[in-house]
Every structure is written in structure tokens, then in C-alpha cells.
């Protein structure tokens, strides 16, 4: 794979960090780069030179990618919301045929496994609407709380760094901590100088549950890698609806479905 290629897919997948309802852990799926992430970060001192200069390349694209999307995220959302979910269903949906052949390629699709991931991530968006009230509130008299509140939202991030399919961003939303994350990310170094004392526990959390979850994530691909795989099909395609936007008919709605079907294409082609 040319640098060129990993640092732009790097790009990718830290932008979609950035969005409710996708997940940089598909993105690395669908352009076949998840496998060799793991890989090097577990691999790291064994295989030095190529473990980093693969996650070097890759790191660094994922960060321009999650700090330039927070600067235009809001922007986005609030002047093209329909044209901007819709483009990242097209490319979420893109992928899920090579996922299909990586599957075929080490063995059959578990439907069971699909369906019933498939169903939990879709209950979960709708629960969270309706029925969940989490809030990490980060204005808190508490020192104890306060870091801990941190540390836990840190733990939560790292699902969906790590596990396919499941939005970190969307979790964020929930717990009600999204835009905190994202004002950090747009200003991470205003933030590592004013706020490094919120900081400090929230990337104590991402980085132990990253940690964890990763050596969890290889043993299991290796073991189960067609029943991870079928899961992950299910979390693709259950987080869908949490993208899907509530519109008229409307020409924004023309061209959103319009970007859908171009993304669809790019996806397919890029991942083929």
C-alpha cells in the first residue's frame, strides 16, 4: 500500500471520528487497513521499523483528518446536514460487499451473528432517543467525580476506536459529552494548555481501553474472524438509521441522494 493511499485513508477514518452515527473503526475495515492496525500495535517492538512507519503514516492522516473535520463540523451539519449524512452512508455502504468477500475468503457469513448485532444497534438508537438520559456533566464540584466522569468517557471513546461498527461520536452524544470532545479536537493545543486537567484522565481512559480492547479485538480475529466479521456487517448496517436525516423533498435532498450514490461508487471502487 503506497504512503499516499494510508495517510489519505488516515484522513478518512479521522473524520469520521468526528461524525455521530459513523465509525472510524469501519472506515479501517472497508479499506483493509483494521487487520494491519492491530497488527502493529500489538506488534509494535517485535516488528518495529514496519509496524511504525505504517502507524506513523497512518496516525498522522488521522489526525489532520479529526482536527480539520471538528473546525468544519458544525459548519456542515448546520448548512448541509442532508448532503453530509448522506455522502457517509453512501461510503459506509460502499465497503460492506468487500467486507461480504473478506468473509467468503475465511469462511461463511454467521446470519444469526448479523441479525442479531444488527438489531442491538438499532434498539440502542432508538432507546437512546427516547429513553436514555446519560449525562457525564463536566461542571462539577467533585474533584473525585469530575476526573472520573473523564476517565470513563475516555473508556467509552475507545469503543469506537476500536470495535467496527460502533460510533465513538454517537457514544459521546449520549453521555453528553460530544461537544466537549469535539472543542478539543478542533483545538488541541488551546485545549492541552487550558484544559489539560480534563484532558490528562480523558486520554487515560482512551488509551486503557484502546489497550485493552485491541488484545481483545486480535485474539478474537484470529479465533472467530468470520463471526467477528459477521458482526461487524450487522453494526455497519445498524447504524444507518442513526445517519439517516429527517427531510422534505427538497432539492438538498436531490443532491444529498445524488452524493450517496457518487460515495457509493468511490467506496466500492476504493475497497474492490
Same mark, same amino acid.
Given at each position: 500500500?503506497?504512503?499516499?493511499?494510508?495517510?489519505?485513508?488516515?484522513?478518512?477514518?479521522?473524520?469520521?471520528?468526528?461524525?455521530?452515527?459513523?465509525?472510524?473503526?469501519?472506515?479501517?475495515?472497508?479499506?483493509?487497513?483494521?487487520?494491519?492496525?492491530?497488527?502493529?500495535?500489538?506488534?509494535?517492538?517485535?516488528?518495529?521499523?514496519?509496524?511504525?512507519?505504517?502507524?506513523?503514516?497512518?496516525?498522522?492522516?488521522?489526525?489532520?483528518?479529526?482536527?480539520?473535520?471538528?473546525?468544519?463540523?458544525?459548519?456542515?451539519?448546520?448548512?448541509?446536514?442532508?448532503?453530509?449524512?448522506?455522502?457517509? !452512508? =453512501? @461510503?459506509?455502504? +460502499?465497503?460492506?460487499?468487500? %467486507?461480504?468477500?473478506?468473509? $467468503?475468503?475465511?469462511? /461463511?457469513?454467521?446470519?444469526?451473528?448479523?441479525?442479531?448485532?444488527?438489531?442491538?444497534?438499532?434498539?440502542?438508537?432508538?432507546?437512546?432517543?427516547?429513553?436514555?438520559?446519560?449525562?457525564?456533566?463536566?461542571?462539577?464540584?467533585?474533584?473525585?467525580?469530575?476526573?472520573?466522569?473523564?476517565?470513563?468517557?475516555?473508556?467509552?471513546?475507545?469503543?469506537?476506536?476500536?470495535?467496527?461498527?460502533?460510533?465513538?461520536?454517537?457514544?459521546?452524544?449520549?453521555?453528553?459529552?460530544?461537544?466537549?470532545?469535539?472543542?478539543?479536537?478542533?483545538?488541541?493545543?488551546?485545549?492541552?494548555?487550558?484544559?489539560?486537567?480534563?484532558?490528562?484522565?480523558?486520554? !487515560? =481512559? @482512551?488509551?486503557? +481501553?484502546?489497550?485493552?480492547? %485491541?488484545?481483545?479485538?486480535? $485474539?478474537?480475529?484470529? /479465533?472467530?474472524?468470520?463471526?467477528?466479521?459477521?458482526?461487524?456487517?450487522?453494526?455497519?448496517?445498524?447504524?444507518?438509521?442513526?445517519?439517516?436525516?429527517?427531510?422534505?423533498?427538497?432539492?438538498?435532498?436531490?443532491?444529498?441522494?445524488?452524493?450517496?450514490?457518487?460515495?457509493?461508487?468511490?467506496?466500492?471502487?476504493?475497497?474492490?
Amino acid at each position: 500500500m503506497s504512503f499516499i493511499r494510508l495517510f489519505l485513508i488516515g484522513i478518512l477514518i479521522g473524520t469520521a471520528m468526528i461524525v455521530p452515527g459513523v465509525s472510524g473503526g469501519v472506515i479501517a475495515v472497508i479499506f483493509g487497513v483494521y487487520n494491519k492496525m492491530i497488527y502493529s500495535l500489538n506488534n509494535l517492538f517485535k516488528d518495529f521499523k514496519k509496524s511504525f512507519s505504517f502507524l506513523f503514516i497512518l496516525g498522522v492522516g488521522i489526525l489532520i483528518g479529526a482536527i480539520w473535520f471538528s473546525n468544519v463540523m458544525m459548519f456542515l451539519y448546520e448548512n448541509h446536514e442532508v448532503i453530509t449524512k448522506f455522502t457517509f !452512508i =453512501g @461510503l459506509i455502504l +460502499g465497503g460492506v460487499p468487500f %467486507l461480504i468477500k473478506e468473509i $467468503k475468503n475465511n469462511g /461463511k457469513i454467521n446470519y444469526v451473528a448479523l441479525i442479531v448485532t444488527f438489531i442491538f444497534c438499532l434498539m440502542f438508537f432508538i432507546l437512546s432517543k427516547n429513553v436514555f438520559k446519560i449525562n457525564f456533566d463536566v461542571k462539577t464540584n467533585s474533584f473525585f467525580i469530575t476526573n472520573l466522569n473523564f476517565v470513563l468517557a475516555g473508556l467509552i471513546y475507545s469503543i469506537g476506536k476500536v470495535v467496527p461498527g460502533v460510533s465513538g461520536s454517537f457514544l459521546l452524544i449520549i453521555i453528553g459529552m460530544y461537544e466537549y470532545v469535539l472543542s478539543v479536537m478542533a483545538h488541541p493545543i488551546k485545549a492541552g494548555l487550558l484544559q489539560i486537567d480534563k484532558l490528562i484522565p480523558f486520554v !487515560i =481512559g @482512551l488509551m486503557f +481501553g484502546v489497550f485493552v480492547l %485491541l488484545k481483545i479485538m486480535d $485474539k478474537l480475529l484470529k /479465533k472467530k474472524f468470520d463471526l467477528i466479521y459477521s458482526m461487524i456487517i450487522g453494526f455497519v448496517l445498524g447504524s444507518i438509521p442513526a445517519l439517516i436525516p429527517s427531510v422534505d423533498l427538497s432539492f438538498e435532498l436531490f443532491l444529498g441522494m445524488m452524493m450517496s450514490f457518487a460515495s457509493f461508487i468511490l467506496s466500492y471502487k476504493l475497497t474492490k
